[in-house]
């Protein structure tokens, strides 16, 4: 008797930093500690110019 059928878990979310949308944790990119839906707004996120503003 051994159950073949894995358990139903409920998967972990995650919140796009990018745009706050919520996504599962196994579909989502963490970049530097900070969890995307995707790649995409991982790369945009990342993109950004932070710090480099001028006065
Ligand atoms: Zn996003």
Do not use: N, Y
Request: with cysteine; charged share 20%; net charge positive.
């Amino acid at each position: 008797r051994e159950p073949h059928a894995p358990p139903q878990l409920a998967e972990p979310m995650i919140r796009c930093t990018e745009c706050g949308v919520h996504a599962p944790k196994s579909d989502s990119v963490v970049v530097a500690g900070q969890p995307f839906c995707s790649a995409a707004h991982a790369q945009r996120h990342g993109a950004r110019p932070t710090g480099r503003d001028a006065r």
